[in-house]
């Protein structure tokens, strides 16, 4: 039998195209040395109007009687919700939001059982915020500007099982996952800011994240899967409700809310739940219907001065929903979407993109 020696040395071209403008391009490139113990290097850059990133990636694979891995990276990004959302059809105002984070993490992965693995790690992370607190800001107004420097540790499960990286249509994904937080917070109002007072606070809190992505159902051409999402955190409350919002854990259950700055669907603790179908036709065209409730646990609620306080628990929640077309080619999925966003200033949004809609992890995710 002939054995092919395994190429050290392989790149990767990609990206998203998008009817919205978060077009994103894509490059990776990746060094294996393959000897008594695998050690593979890579690095990738995404680019674009809405997301920019580069990382830097080792990983050393151990195979002792129990094998196990360290990898480390070092990762910046970039998310410009303003130029991310605006439209040539679009008279809505964006909100104006950028979010800058650079962040070191290390972390030990073993594995359980098929598909399955623990994961305990640590990062240090640098995030800086610029924003407005309201959409009412002319040329000459300056923006608020707040960095958070932080480390976390964490420990966790995660299976997967997916089918597919995006719109998977059979298998299952579970995580769980514990960390904390202990950083600083400092706040340098801007012009249009309510409190002009600058703000050095210590900041720490602890999160618990239960996340089950499960298709239970398949026959010939139709497919029903689950989703299910549980976050609690005793997140403290920033010094104003715009950058509290920021901070706070978001629910994302379609590609498209990756892209998006949702106040409504962020929180420190909630539950989500949601429900798909899906038709499929050769297994390369699916037709999928989904929908999501969010409930958190408190809503977090502006004040007149730009604070925020905590309101009732478990009164209002808010509806995600989605019609699909999903043509799964060799090259990435062909996507045409109709969303669904409760109590949003535009409720309906409609999507065709080309690609994944991926990103490289945030450091506190």
Do not use: C
Not at 31 to 53: A, C, P, R, V, W
């Amino acid at each position: 039998m002939a054995i092919k020696e395994e190429k050290k040395f392989r790149a990767s071209f990609g990206g998203v195209i998008a009817t919205k403008p978060f077009s994103t391009g894509f490059f990776q490139l990746e060094h294996n040395l393959l000897k008594n113990t695998e050690l593979k290097t890579s690095g990738n850059i995404y680019f674009g109007n809405f997301y920019n990133s580069a990382q830097v990636k080792i990983r050393w694979d151990i195979p002792f009687d129990i094998p196990f891995y360290v990898e480390s990276q070092f990762t910046a990004n970039r998310h410009d919700f303003f130029n991310g959302r605006a439209t040539f059809i679009d008279d809505i105002n964006p909100p104006f939001i950028i979010n800058s984070e650079r962040f070191i993490e290390t972390n030990v992965g073993l594995p359980v059982f098929t598909n399955g693995k623990i994961l305990i790690g640590y990062n240090y992370l640098w995030q800086d915020y610029e924003y407005y607190q309201s959409n009412d800001f002319v040329r000459g107004d300056t923006t608020d500007r707040t960095s958070f420097e932080a480390y976390r540790t964490f420990i966790g499960y995660e299976r997967n099982s997916l089918n597919r990286k995006q719109y998977a249509n059979k298998g299952s994904k579970w995580r769980l996952r514990f960390a904390g937080t202990n950083g600083r917070e400092e706040t340098d109002p801007g012009s249009t800011a309510p409190i002009k007072t600058r703000l050095n606070e210590r900041r720490e809190w602890i999160s618990i994240n239960f996340m089950m992505n499960k298709y239970f159902f398949s026959k010939r051409k139709f497919h029903l899967g689950t989703y299910l999402e549980v976050n609690y955190s005793d997140l403290p409350r920033f010094q104003n409700y715009t950058v509290s919002t920021l901070v706070s854990p978001a629910f994302e259950p379609l590609p498209e809310n990756k892209t998006l700055f949702q106040s409504q669907y962020r929180s420190r603790t909630f539950f989500s739940g949601g429900l798909k179908a899906i038709y499929s036709v050769r297994d390369l065209i699916d037709f999928r219907a989904e929908v999501y409730i969010f409930q958190p646990y408190e809503e977090l609620i502006r004040n007149a001065d730009g604070t925020s306080r905590y309101g009732k628990e478990a009164i209002n929640r808010n509806v995600i929903g989605t019609l699909t077309a999903v043509f799964h080619s060799r090259l990435g999925p062909l996507a045409a979407s109709l969303n669904y966003y409760d109590d949003a200033e535009e409720e309906l949004s409609f999507l065709v993109h080309f690609g994944y809609i991926l990103f490289n992890k945030r450091g506190l995710d």
